[in-house]
């Protein structure tokens, strides 16, 4: 279910599965349908051409039994037989024979005798049911199995009209012609029919279209009703037979009629091949056009929703959605321009809060900075009484003159925290080299010598930044002397830094356009009560602390467009860290706040 929490999971799974769906199903519906239309044109085929072979094979048998009937009423034939005479109806025999081109000539006489055989030994193809029929007067069809094919033989009478007796012929012997359904033939009807033909009798097949090694096979399809399947070598056959004789004469000759369904298929399985690779293109095309739809419609959702979450991270509001112009969308870019507009608000409203809140605490906090100021005032009174005494020695003077001064910086620097924390953070922005500012605000904090040590480290290759150099490094030595003031209470406590350095300053890059310094302390650490007010105004918890040093820190970082914050284990030491932008962005100008300005 995680995977379908994302809007954009959501719309391209929906995109996919509706694309992939009107792609496999159509193609499914056609290659289904295809195949049974190619099966029922298989099947009509394979009957079109059973009738077809069996309609040849009647006009055949027909055309035999009229050539047989023509040639035995030849008035030459008739005067041949009527001699009773071998050697006389033979060389009439051969001539008809290759005027009609029959594989069987032969000739009985009216004793029943054979006269003439052409195209067989007289015994087997002459038959005696068949003579003895047409001496009777009647037209016989028979057929006989040989190794080459089904020979098919029609027997007509050979009769004279008599003179005395009209309508009573004279019977002079009789007449039988003969076709073989052999390969020869069944390849000619394979050319007729677009099928493979065979011809069987008996209960083998005799002859065939195809290659004789299938013949055992082959016979298996006898006496089979309808359609059916027979696999020869490689290929698949569907195959029906049709009897050839008018009463289905048992062990008649038969016409088997196949069609290979394997080359019929081979078109279906090219054709379902080329479909498959085009829907599997299709597929990769409508992948491609839902992630892409999906991309370009939460895109922009997720550009805004990424600078909410940096947004609400860093709590830096000076930060604009950028959508790119390659994701122009017309509603994101109100949502994101209503965005900006809200968060510019909020930041003024921030600003002028934060304005507020000093002027207030100044106000709250009078009788601190007044506390502050007596004690150097009573000191610089007490010192200008002394002076007003005789009799001081040069070094008294000196030592009074110098205890002056010092309260003198004392308030000067009392009144300057003052007007820092209170007047508007006023920024002038130049590149800067982030390092050297580091390496002066160290300098500036630290002793030369001694502890406690501070370790800076700079991640190598980082860009100027443009920013305030001097206010960010007063931030720094603000930040830097707490550390210090930290470390210096550990080691007066005679505890060690865990780490064997007492301060740490690290400068590096988070993200492209972002950068972070750290300054991490090892000393005695923060209480978890305290944490959350260190940035406050007058919080404090040294003795001799003014408690505006980090507040000032915070302000400026603010006016900077930046985020601090601070992290502390009591007893393990604290690290403050700041965020800045490598290049700042425009910030609305806060307004005057209401009220007095504190006077300098």
Known sequence: MKLLSSLQNRIFLASTLLAVLSIVFPIRF???????????????????GAALVEQQHTARLQTLALIARLVAD???????????????????????????????FAVAGRSGRVLAALGGPAGAIADRAAVAAALAGRETTSFRAQPDGVLEVVTVPITVERPDAPGSPEMLGALSLGFVLDDA???????VTTGEVAFAAEGQVRASSLPREHDTDLAGVLGRGGISTIQLGDNEYVARTRSLTAGNEPGGPVAIVLRSRTERLLFLRTFRTALVIAALAAVVVAIATSYALARTVTRPLAAITATMHEITATGDLARKIRLGRSWDDEDARVLAATFDTLTDSIARFQKEAALRQRLSALGRLSTVIAHEIRNPLM?????????????????????LAADIDHEVARLNLIVDDVLDFARPVRLEYAPADLGALCRDAVAATMPRSGAPGCQLTVEPGLGPLTTDAERLRTALVNIIANARDAALARSA??????????IEVRVSAAQPGRVVLDVEDHGVGIDPADLPHVFDPYFTTKRTGSGLGLAIAKNIVDAMGGAISAQSRPGEGTRIRIELPAVPEPRPEPAPASGPAPAA
């Open 30 to 48: 056609v290659t289904s349908r295809l195949e049974r239309e190619v099966e029922a044109e298989l099947e009509r085929g394979l009957g079109e």
């Open 74 to 104: 030849l008035p030459r034939l008739k005067a041949a037989v009527a001699e009773e005479h071998a050697p006389t109806v033979e060389p009439v025999a051969v001539d008809y024979r290759e005027r009609v081109r029959s594989d069987l």
């Open 185 to 191: 033939l069944a390849a000619q009807f394979k050319r």
């Open 379 to 399: 000191v610089i009174k007490a010192s200008l009484r002394t002076l007003g005494r005789e009799k001081l020695s040069s070094e008294e003077v000196r030592e």
């Open 493 to 502: 406590g005679g505890g060690l830094p865990p780490a064997g350095t007492d």
